[in-house]
């Protein structure tokens, strides 16, 4: 590959381009500022990529994901949840023993300390659960002070990885229980992840529906990882502190907190609500969406990366007809979503933007329909997540990489000096 020419203030400096497997380009601009004096600025990091990575491919344009070079639609289809997180955490689809051995790792790691629960049992009942998650992992900190060096070992990450992936699960199932006034329910190392997570959140002790298992499992495999978002990169910049990996995880759920990001979920299924009450005119709302002067956006429509259809949304439209059938559940708020995807994807306003149904749009539809309560959503994408984290996580701490410090322009005041004001 040629070097990058940049030439500033008359002079002209050479930079290396590196190219993926898959033909992304970038020039490396590691000795930018040593080199010339300047940074770049890019709000928003658009078009800036923070490091390499072998887990994730999305083209955004082409709306292509692939997970370790599997395509998406073939892994939602063919594979199941603890596989898809297996691998992605070692970049290999695992034999049978491998698998039983990663299931057993999980369920043998997912019961909570007593003072855990203790912790549980003090949030109010109307706690929001991304709030309660992120206080939960930061308090595991507490009971496992052999998992917070900075350098884990090769079984100790093995185990923290796999006790994340149990106790989130059981600590989501657990306050859900308590907050409807039930006792509850262990979790049960005989069912898969998926069925013992919907047995534990349903205080339930009859086998769950297949469908519904396979509804969740296709969810959770679809959320699993999407390369440098906003709440993997909060991720990776925490865990290049080497903070210990509860932290680093607790930092990503925040991120993940917010309505532009994950919690579009749970605002999408609010807004298809709020249309709904507001007699279900979704054109005047797509108007609204349109309106600078609006605050209103169209939630789980658009997407930094992908100019396309976000081929989750996609898979997850599909799941959606096929879970409410077999369900029997005529929602209408799928009706609605129907329709403002219909009017939106011929509304010049949108179609110039490039902007489509993304992953969040439909997801809460089936969520809903699967009896999960909406403040529970974007705790539902933590739960697909967490895997993605914990695999970017890895890859990070096993690439050395430095601490992450941006750099920045001051626009500030220049330098003045100090007048007293108000006497000491
Ligand atoms: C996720 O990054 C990931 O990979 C995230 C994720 C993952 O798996 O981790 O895919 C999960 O977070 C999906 C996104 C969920 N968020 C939402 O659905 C919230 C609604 N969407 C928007 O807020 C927005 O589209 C973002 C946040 C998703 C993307 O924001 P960008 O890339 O900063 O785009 P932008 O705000 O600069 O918008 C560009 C234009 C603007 O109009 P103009 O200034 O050009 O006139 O498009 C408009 C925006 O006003 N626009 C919208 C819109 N999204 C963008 N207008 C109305 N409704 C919207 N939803």
């Not at 976000?310 to 209408?332: E, F, G, H, S």
């Amino acid at each position: 590959m040629s070097n990058a020419k940049f030439e500033l203030d008359g002079k002209v400096f050479e930079f290396p381009v590196i190219e993926g497997t898959e033909g992304e380009k970038a020039v490396d601009i590691t000795k930018l500022r040593g080199e010339t004096g300047y940074v770049t600025i890019d709000s928003g990091y658009g078009n800036t990529g923070s490091c390499t990575s072998a887990i994730t491919f999305l083209d955004g344009e082409k709306g292509i994901l692939h997970y370790r070079g599997y395509p998406i639609e073939q892994l939602a289809e063919k594979s199941n949840f603890t596989e898809v997180s297996y691998l992605l955490l070692n970049g290999k689809l695992p034999t049978e023993a491998e698998l039983k051995a990663f299931d057993k790792a999980i369920a043998d790691n997912s019961e909570l300390p007593a003072g855990v629960k203790t912790i549980l049992d003090a949030f109010p009942k109307d706690a929001h659960p991304m709030g309660v998650l992120s206080s939960v992992v930061s308090a595991l900190t507490a009971f496992y002070p052999e998992l917070l060096g900075a350098e884990l070992s090769k079984s100790e990450q093995d185990k923290s990885i796999a006790q994340l992936m149990g106790q989130v699960k059981v600590a989501m199932t657990y306050f859900f229980s308590k907050s409807v006034g039930k006792a509850p329910k262990a979790t049960n190392a005989a069912l898969s992840y998926s069925e013992d997570f919907l047995s534990m959140m349903f205080n339930s002790n009859d086998a769950i529906d297949p469908e519904v298992v396979n509804a969740l499992d296709i969810l959770l495999v679809l959320h699993a990882d999407h390369e440098q978002n906003c709440s993997t990169s909060t991720v990776r910049m925490v865990g290049s502190s080497h903070a210990n990996i509860f932290a680093t995880i607790a930092a990503g759920i925040d991120a993940l907190w917010g309505p532009l990001h994950g919690g579009a979920n749970q605002a999408v299924l609010e807004m298809l609500e709020e249309i709904q009450n507001d007699g279900g005119d979704y054109k005047k709302f797509l108007e609204k969406a349109k309106d600078k002067n609006d605050s209103f956006r169209l939630m789980g429509f658009g997407h930094r990366v992908y100019k396309n259809f976000d081929p989750r949304a996609k898979i997850i439209k599909k799941a959606c007809d096929t879970v409410l059938t077999k369900l029997n559940v005529n929602d209408p708020l799928l009706k609605i979503a129907k329709g403002l995807e219909e009017e939106a994807l011929k509304d010049p306003y949108f179609v110039e933007r490039k902007l489509y149904p993304n992953v969040d749009f439909y997801s809460g539809i089936i969520y809903k329909a699967l009896g999960i309560p909406t403040n529970m959503f974007t705790a539902m994408f933590v739960l697909g997540r967490l895997p993605g984290w914990l695999a970017q996580w890895k890859e990070l701490r096993e690439s050395g990489a430095r601490i992450s410090r941006p750099r920045q322009i001051y626009t500030g005041e220049t330098a003045r000096d100090y007048v007293e004001m108000n006497k000491r």
